[in-house]
């Protein structure tokens, strides 16, 4: 059992940046892979990012490629999400996950567990 906490949303104006934390609890997170997703209501839940389980492998979505960046710190039991030169389009609910064993990284049926969400606003 993993549980994932998930925090930092905020609303916030185009342009700006933001850090998403994950603290995760329980089993370690130390042997899963994490990714970031996200979720507009009406819109299907869209994968953001992941990480490898020693951070050294990264893959992105094309619309945050270049804006944002995965990291993780294994003393904290934390994954990061950090956010840079913000959108609109930006907006939405934030999960945190762990990644399946032997799964792909790019749909929600590739993790496991999953945080509650943090909000993220950015207004224009």
């Known amino acids: 059992q993993v549980q994932l906490v998930e925090s930092g949303g905020t609303l916030v104006q185009a342009g700006d940046s933001l850090r998403l934390s994950c603290v995760a609890s329980g089993r370690s997170f130390r042997i899963y892979a994490m990714g970031w997703f996200r979720q507009t209501p009406g819109k299907e839940r869209e994968f953001v990012g992941t990480i490898s389980m020693n951070g050294g492998v990264t893959h992105y979505a094309d619309s945050v490629q270049g804006r944002f960046t995965l990291s993780r710190d294994s003393d904290k039991n934390t994954v990061y999400l950090q956010m840079n030169n913000l959108k609109p389009e930006d907006t939405g609910v934030y999960y945190c996950?762990?990644?399946?064993?032997?799964?792909?990284?790019?749909?929600?049926?590739?993790?496991?567990?999953w945080g509650q969400g943090t909000q993220v606003a950015v207004s224009s």
């Open positions: 996950a762990t990644r399946v064993v032997g799964s792909g990284w790019t749909t929600g049926t590739d993790y496991g567990y």
